[in-house]
């Protein structure tokens, strides 16, 4: 795992997926895999970095909007009570990633290339349990 010193402590740094982020906020980890709840676990702590790609969090929304998942006081609230922690970051969406993105076409979905390019660029693993995105060749946790 991709990691960042700084006065004296080691943060784990990380790009989150979507469906982690979902069932992260829902309080479903048991749906994680053992080595991705274990770095939500971390973030909560302090001891990880997590950064949220923009594509990542507009796939969140959408599923609040469709009733899918319930976000604990509203979009909004919910919003800025993640980036408001020292644990999650947003990260736009970039030409660099969108050039990054174009290595990645064996990902099928839009979505979830441009999520992967993130991670790629920033080089930092991904949690996902898709198996595309490991496959093409992205570091994944899960």
Same mark, same amino acid.
């Given at each position: 795992?991709? #990691? #960042?010193?700084g $006065?004296?402590a080691?943060? $784990? ?7 982690? &982020? @979902?069932w992260?906020?829902q309080?479903?980890t048991?749906?994680l895999?053992? #080595?991705? #709840? ?8 302090? /001891?990880?970095? &997590?950064?949220?790609?923009?594509i990542?969090?507009? $796939?969140v929304?959408?599923?609040?909007r469709? %009733?899918?998942i319930? =976000?604990?006081? %509203?979009? $909004?609230v919910?919003?800025q /009570? ?5 644990s999650?970051f947003?990260?736009?969406l970039?030409?660099?990633? &969108? ?6 076409? /064996? @990902? +099928?979905e839009?979505g ?9 660029l920033?080089?930092? +693993? =991904?949690?996902?349990r898709?198996?595309? @995105?490991?496959? /093409? %060749?992205?570091?994944? @946790?899960?």
């Amino acid at each position: 795992m991709t #990691r #960042r010193s700084g $006065e004296g402590a080691t943060i $784990e740094l990380a790009v989150t997926d979507a469906h982690a &982020l @979902i069932w992260y906020a829902q309080g479903r980890t048991r749906k994680l895999g053992r #080595r991705a #709840r274990a770095v939500f676990e971390a973030a909560d702590a302090g /001891a990880a970095a &997590l950064y949220v790609p923009t594509i990542a969090l507009v $796939e969140v929304l959408e599923a609040s909007r469709a %009733g899918l998942i319930e =976000l604990t006081g %509203g979009v $909004e609230v919910w919003v800025q /009570a993640l980036f408001s922690t020292a644990s999650f970051f947003p990260v736009a969406l970039t030409v660099d990633i &969108l050039l990054r993105a174009e290595e990645l076409y /064996a @990902i +099928p979905e839009r979505g979830d290339r441009l999520i992967a390019a993130t991670a790629a660029l920033l080089s930092a +693993p =991904l949690i996902t349990r898709d198996p595309e @995105i490991e496959r /093409a %060749g992205v570091e994944v @946790i899960w």
